[in-house]
């Protein structure tokens, strides 16, 4: 996290303490520094209830027969890599928390438990949510941070429970209903595996990349097989089929979540500039989502930029810049499935830009030889 990060985080919280301090000053019939462990209690237990649920996931996971594989709060995470457990950090995705299993080889792929593994995370919530309130009928906890936990509780059961995007609850509805969401959620589980355990886009198997035409576009886990598919085509080298794959998915880009359509749209930017389709990439270049998003320090971000100002603004110098502001944030993001194809691209880049240097060099040199 940067200074000004924690600044900006830090500010509002010595203001409140500034004007609480001030307060005891003042006859005002109030607990010192209600406000500030008001605060703390409501972050304290949101904190609690993350990590109570992902442990449901992950509990209940084991006991159904899948084997670890991470188990992840904000940025940091615990996962399981060749046999061996480690503490690793990587960048946050849409969940703030997230424990994944992997499912035993030998079930069947549209049918094997998931309604435990799904739901230990709304389970375990609840437990926490009963065991505060017994813990306050037996005196033992105050009523306030009990009504703020017990409250915080009722949002995660709500904010899981209830059917939305890819949230718990969906997760469920959609499984009960649909064999192939099963089997999407199979194979995704096993493709996750796979990349952290060190395998190439090129080495998954086919299953990995499969998509049921019965699953909208939108849905996450098509959206994660697509992608997963554009990448492969980009780490081969196969521009074209990459841009088909970002066509068809445009087709949702109004469904999406905004994460997932601005990504989407920094791709087709990406795949525009390669082809140097100027026009249209400089008209997309203007888009606000992408110019609210073009200062995150993603090594996608950085990879569509330098290939737009190689390509497009035909500027060197700035495209070279966030080419090794991308590698230099490969060497921080530990755990990214496709850093392999980022790294890949990066340099491929990297090297058009020293031969377009040394192509203008060439025409200067030839230039003052004719000049003379």
């Not at 996962?79 to 849409?94: E, F, H, M, S």
């Not at 509780?153 to 099963?182: C, I, T």
């Not at 490969?330 to 194809?341: E, F, R, S």
Request: hydrophobic share 50%; proline share 3%.
């Amino acid at each position: 996290m940067k200074a000004k990060d924690i600044w900006n985080i830090c500010w509002p919280l010595l203001l409140l303490l500034a004007a609480e301090t001030l307060i005891l000053f003042i006859d005002v019939d109030i607990q010192p520094y209600f406000f500030s462990l008001l605060l703390l209690y409501i972050v304290l237990s949101f904190l609690l209830h993350m990590v109570v649920h992902e442990l449901g996931h992950l509990i209940f996971g084991l006991l159904t027969g899948y084997a670890f594989l991470s188990y992840r709060i904000f940025s940091w995470s615990i996962i399981q890599v060749n046999g061996r457990i480690v503490l690793k950090k990587q960048k946050q995705n849409a969940a703030l928390g997230q424990a994944l299993m992997v499912p035993n080889e030998k079930w069947d792929p549209e049918n094997y438990p998931y309604q435990l593994y799904m739901s230990g995370g709304l389970i375990f919530n609840a437990k926490a949510l009963v065991i505060a309130v017994v813990l306050y009928q037996l005196s033992v906890l105050p009523m306030i941070p009990v009504l703020i936990f017990s409250a915080i509780a009722v949002f995660f059961l709500l904010s899981n429970g209830v059917p939305r995007e890819l949230n718990d609850g969906a997760v469920l509805k959609k499984g009960r209903q649909s064999k192939e969401y099963r089997k999407m959620m199979y194979h995704q589980l096993w493709t996750i595996y796979y990349l952290f355990n060190g395998k190439a886009l090129s080495q998954l198997p086919l299953e990995s990349f499969e998509r049921s035409e019965s699953i909208p576009l939108e849905d996450p886990y098509t959206v994660y097989v697509m992608r997963l598919s554009y990448y492969k085509e980009l780490f081969e080298f196969r521009f074209d089929s990459a841009f088909e794959i970002l066509e068809q998915q445009y087709e949702a880009v109004d469904k999406l979540t905004i994460y997932d359509k601005i990504m989407l749209k920094a791709e087709k930017l990406f795949c525009l500039s390669i082809q140097q389709r100027a026009t249209e990439a400089k008209e997309l270049f203007q888009d606000a989502e992408i110019q609210a998003f073009k200062g995150r320090e993603f090594v996608t971000i950085k990879r569509v930029l330098a290939a737009y100002f190689l390509f497009v603004e035909v500027d060197s110098k700035k495209a070279l810049t966030f080419v090794e502001e991308g590698l230099k944030l490969i060497q921080t993001d530990v755990l990214d499935p496709q850093l392999k194809t980022e790294e890949i691209l990066l340099r491929w880049l990297e090297k058009s830009v020293s031969e377009r240097k040394e192509w203008l060099l060439f025409n200067e040199s030839k230039s003052d030889t004719i000049l003379e």
